[in-house]
């Protein structure tokens, strides 16, 4: 099933000189994990704006082609409907506190009050995502007194709460060190597991590689590549249009254009200690 289609899309943000997003087609379809790549201001946070509908309801500017999600031309969404069927996580953290909430716990339940969901059912929600995200010391704290890492976590929990049919996460891990990070993968893996479509904007290459289905490089506002991972991250071409390749699938490279090559381009380091186990390297 297709939860969002986009045909012929071309973008230009007001008063912007040129396009954001230029040509762009594609057909995300449900229960799949997606890492949208490629260098800076190559059309990502757009892409994800677009998808949630932020473009053409909040931002305005110069939109053509079809975009269609959950069935229904963005255009024709209603931004609180949609709300419910995608969440979105901002790539600035701090872009996404309310600022009017004096407590963590207040702060990721008001989405649920604002559904008008049962007090009982809140605190219980809220409580179990602040366990699988490991800040229930967080709770009681003031949303102004964390730290950058600290927000991003709660801006996550804020979101996931909502139990989102599709999860749209703009760089949720910048902030965060490599444990955290791995963490957040995790919980992105069990929302994958649970059922929900994720796109996700994220840099780093190598966890890119482990957890995701597809990938899509957008180079410049086009999509330039996208396809299964394995297929997409083995590609040295990708390093044309900035964006990264893990570096065991350079050292793949590097092997083939020795004279030696693997008998596949690995993207992790498990497949590439397996190649080396193949050639009897110790
Ligand atoms: N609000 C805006 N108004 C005008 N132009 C914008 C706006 N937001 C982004 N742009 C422009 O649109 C293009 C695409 O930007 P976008 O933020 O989507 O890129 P990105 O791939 O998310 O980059 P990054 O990796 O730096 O987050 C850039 O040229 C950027 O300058
Ligand atoms: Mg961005």
Not at 27 to 38: D, P, Q, R, S, T
Not at 182 to 189: G, T, Y
Not at 248 to 274: C, D, F, N, R
Request: aromatic fraction near 8%; proline fraction near 3%.
């Amino acid at each position: 099933m297709v939860v969002a289609k986009l045909k012929d899309i071309n973008y230009k943000y007001p008063l912007a000189e040129g396009y954001a997003l230029k040509d762009v087609n594609f057909e995300f379809e449900a229960g799949k994990f997606y890492g949208l790549i490629g260098e800076n201001g190559g059309g990502k946070t757009t892409l994800c704006n677009l998808i949630r509908g932020l473009i053409p309801h909040f931002y305005n500017g110069e939109l053509t082609g079809e975009a269609v999600v959950f069935d229904t031309d963005i255009k024709e969404h209603n931004a609180e409907e949609l709300a419910v069927r995608i969440g979105y996580v901002f790539q600035n953290p701090f872009n996404q506190m309310s600022g009017i909430k004096s407590t963590v716990f207040e702060e990721i339940a008001m989405g649920l009050e604002n559904l008008g969901i049962e007090k009982e059912e809140i605190i219980e929600r809220v409580s179990g995502v602040c366990e699988l995200l490991g800040i229930e010391e967080l709770m009681t704290k003031n949303p102004n007194e964390l730290s950058g890492g600290q927000r991003q976590r709660v801006a996550f929990a804020a979101i996931i709460v909502m139990d989102n049919d599709m999860l749209v996460i703009d760089e949720p891990t910048s902030q965060l060190d490599p444990h955290g990070t791995e963490m957040v993968f995790e919980i992105i893996r069990k929302l994958k597991d649970s059922g929900k479509t994720i796109v996700l904007v994220e840099h780093k290459i190598d966890l890119i590689a482990e957890y995701c289905d597809e990938v899509l490089v957008m180079d410049k506002g086009h999509i330039v590549c996208s396809g299964k991972t394995q297929d997409i991250l083995s590609r040295k071409e990708l390093l044309d249009y900035d964006a990264q390749i893990p570096q065991v699938a350079i050292w793949g490279h590097e092997m083939a254009e020795a004279g030696k090559p693997l008998s596949y381009i690995p993207i992790t380091v498990e497949q590439a200690v397996e190649l080396a186990r193949e050639r009897g390297v110790r």
